[in-house]
């Protein structure tokens, strides 16, 4: 069964710090990945995707993600947050076959300080 | 585009009476509709997927008598939250992908926060 991992629960940053959150999961087949991020009280937006390709995708608002197939990661990126970053992000995973639910991490909550 | 909207964005009910939670694809077709649920400070889990024409596909743990999914259309998905009990107040959330393939992300409605009383 396919899982995801998200190691960090709760990070804590100032404005303009880098920030790297971690993401794992775990799948013996071909997968799509995915960023999204919860703004307190909003639904879930989509930063980025990953389906095949380059490895480094990028995404909305300055975030990144590098695709490690060989350890299974997708971690996500931004050289610099800020205040406005504050807010709940979600790794998940599906097969790439057809019509086949995401499956979600636990989810990080980033807040950043001005 | 690819717009999921979903109704009521909240609600309030008795112990006991039933919740009706719609989910429509706006402007896409969706023959596969997912349902998750959200707890207070935690993941998305997924309950189930509604197929349209067909069953719905529960996770294990999910109630399927308690949980009633009809997708009746390939627009619409209807979640039903039948006897409520106050443990069943939490975060419905469903989502569609566009079209057959799996290159699309899934697009997700607002949510639905249900509070039994």
């Known amino acids: 069964a396919q899982s995801v991992s998200q190691h960090n629960h709760h990070v804590i940053l100032s404005e303009a710090a880098s920030l790297e959150l971690g993401c794992n999961y775990s799948y013996g087949g071909t997968v799509n990945l995915f960023w999204y991020v919860q703004y307190p009280g909003q639904h879930l937006q989509l930063l980025l995707k990953?389906?095949?390709?380059?490895?480094l995708v990028k995404g909305i608002k300055g975030f990144e993600a590098e695709f490690i197939k060989s350890k299974f990661s997708f971690n996500l990126r931004k050289p610099s947050v800020q205040w406005s970053d504050t807010a709940e992000y979600f790794c998940a995973v599906n097969s790439n076959q057809a019509g086949t639910a995401l499956i979600f991490g636990k989810g990080t909550t980033l807040s950043v300080s001005s | 585009g690819a717009v999921v909207s979903q109704h009521p964005s909240w609600v309030i009910c008795k112990s006991g009476t039933s919740v009706k939670i719609e989910c429509r694809s706006l402007d896409f077709q969706a023959t596969t509709m997912f349902w998750y649920r959200q707890f207070p400070k935690q993941s998305l889990m997924l309950m189930a997927t509604?197929?349209?024409?067909?069953?719905?596909?529960?996770e294990q743990g999910v109630e399927k008598d308690k949980f009633l999914i009809n997708h009746a259309s390939l627009t619409l998905s209807t979640l039903t939250v039948t006897s409520a009990h106050p443990e069943d107040s939490s975060f419905y959330i469903c989502?569609?992908?566009?079209?057959?393939?799996?290159?699309?992300?899934?697009?997700f409605g607002n949510g639905t926060r249900l509070t039994v009383t």
């Open positions: 509604s197929n349209e024409g067909s069953k719905a596909t529960y």
């Open positions: 990953y389906f095949s390709g380059d490895p």
């Open positions: 989502s569609a992908v566009p079209g057959q393939g799996s290159n699309s992300p899934l697009h």
